[in-house]
């Protein structure tokens, strides 16, 4: 860790105070007193102790005056990663949450959806979720969009824009019975997926990629998911999608796809299942489907909000981390009400403690093993862990600068109380009034600045 690179590059900032992140060896890992350098390309260059700072600044070329003190109680985490994330549905985030899964798709969720045709509103609702997620800490976010490639195209606009990171995914369905009108043929989708990823590329935002995303199994004929599994094969992209998240949802795949052995194998059998897969929800997935997860490399979103809020279930993070099968975190909005990553950290607590009602010998998540899921976790998931999720040298400097002490802030800290308990405190009571700057790329996004 106290390691320094070649210097091959110009140091843009350096920062002295406290650092805490996690390790593939710790959940948390606090660094008190240490200087981290960043380069003009927003990567990390250095990290070490703070009296190194000397050497430091004749080998990369930075005067000392130049460091940036955060001063007391104030630390640096790294950025937090939603990995699954519907920014079409924000608009009625707090809302509808009175339906079993199915049923809410059908009533709220596609009519809302299918008004994306329209650009403006598009922009409207495109711009407000970016800018909340973003105040809320969230530096890398994997969207769901809809099925509309110009309304998705500006969605990927407007975060590179801001400075998110994201993968940003034009839904695919052409199946749907309950809302006629929101749905493409096999062929289209297949054709406007192409074209999705073609003009995103061509882009070249670099920050924001493209997502193949099948809606999920019962919105997606056989045709069309072996077309995007051959996309994505194609192109080297990542995927997306939703499995096992209701029971009622899990019997009617068995219905629809009575030749798969499961709701994984459906997923496998049409190349979905890869090293880039992030599955949302997961709850009711078999010993021998997890399994298939850990071969195909790909990882699941646990979205305990949505899970809860649309009564799905309750997904057994232990059980999957124990199959060696990457996990992160996801909003879920709108099944999940909350927008904010910090929620997501608290439902995973309160969902792991509930199964510890149920079953006392239960062995709940600790907040330090579930801080290292919403940050290194989800970067694991994303597949988007060799740029980001901790403070490695190499990776960008994607960070949140906490305040616990920000005035008329959300909870209190008193004298004794060290990094770690500070840090316990924010996750549990903290928000967006805590979260003084974001860094992405090495890049301030946050405070906004004036012209956005
Ligand atoms: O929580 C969910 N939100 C959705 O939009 C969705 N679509 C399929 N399955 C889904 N689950
Ligand atoms: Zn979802």
Redesign the pocket.
């Known amino acids: 860790m106290m390691s320094a690179q070649e210097p091959l590059a110009e140091i843009a900032r350096v920062f002295r105070g406290t650092f805490v992140h996690s390790t593939q060896y710790a959940a948390v890992e606090i660094l008190e007193d240490t200087v981290l350098g960043v380069d003009i390309e927003g990567k990390i260059a250095f990290i070490a102790r703070a009296e190194e700072v000397a050497r430091l600044s004749e080998i990369w070329g930075f005067k000392i005056s130049d460091v940036k003190h955060l001063g007391k109680h104030r630390f640096f985490m790294p950025g937090l990663v939603d990995t699954h994330i519907?920014a079409s549905?924000y608009s009625y985030t707090g809302t509808a949450l009175d339906l079993p899964?199915l049923q809410w798709?059908n009533t709220y969720?596609f009519p809302v959806e299918a008004n994306y045709k329209d650009l403006d509103f598009s922009q409207d609702v495109y711009t407000k979720v970016v800018i909340r997620t973003l105040k809320n800490g969230t530096t890398t976010a994997c969207y769901?969009a809809t099925i509309y490639t110009d309304s998705t195209l500006l969605l990927g606009e407007i975060a590179d824009k801001f400075g998110q990171r994201a993968l940003v995914g034009k839904v695919c369905m052409d199946v749907n019975n309950a809302v006629q009108c929101y749905k493409e043929t096999a062929g289209d989708s297949t054709e406007e997926t192409n074209r999705f990823i073609r003009a995103l590329l061509k882009r070249k935002y670099p920050l924001v990629r493209p997502v193949v995303t099948p809606?999920?199994a019962p919105?997606c004929s056989a045709t069309l998911l072996s077309h995007l599994g051959e996309i994505a094969k194609n192109n080297d992209l990542h995927i997306q999608s939703?499995i096992s998240?209701t029971k009622e949802e899990v019997s009617l795949v068995q219905e629809l796809f009575p030749d798969s052995e499961s709701y994984a194998d459906v997923y496998l059998k049409h190349n979905l299942l890869t090293d880039k897969t992030v599955m949302?929800?997961a709850c009711h997935l078999t010993d021998s489907e997890l399994t298939l997860f850990r071969e195909t490399g790909a990882a699941i979103s646990h979205?305990p909000n949505?899970n809860i809020s649309?009564c799905s279930g309750m997904l057994d993070v232990r059980r999957v981390l124990r199959h060696n099968v990457k996990l992160g975190l996801g909003t879920?909005v709108a099944?999940g009400y909350s927008p904010s990553m910090l929620d997501a950290i608290r439902r995973t607590l309160d969902t792991s403690k509930a199964l510890t009602i149920q079953d006392p010998q239960y062995e709940t998540l600790t907040f330090e093993e579930v801080f290292r899921l919403a940050t290194l976790g989800g970067s694991q998931a994303l597949s988007l862990d060799d740029r980001t999720g901790n403070f490695q040298v190499g990776k960008d400097f994607d960070a949140l600068l906490v305040d616990p002490t920000v005035p008329d802030g959300p909870f209190d800290v008193f004298p004794k109380e060290d990094t770690k308990v500070i840090l316990e405190k924010f996750l549990n009571l903290g928000d967006d009034r805590n979260i003084v700057e974001v860094y992405i790329a090495g890049r301030r996004v946050v405070p906004f600045q004036e012209a956005m």
């Open positions: 519907h549905q899964l798709l969720t769901f809606r999920f919105s939703h998240e949302a929800h979205c949505s649309l879920d099944g």
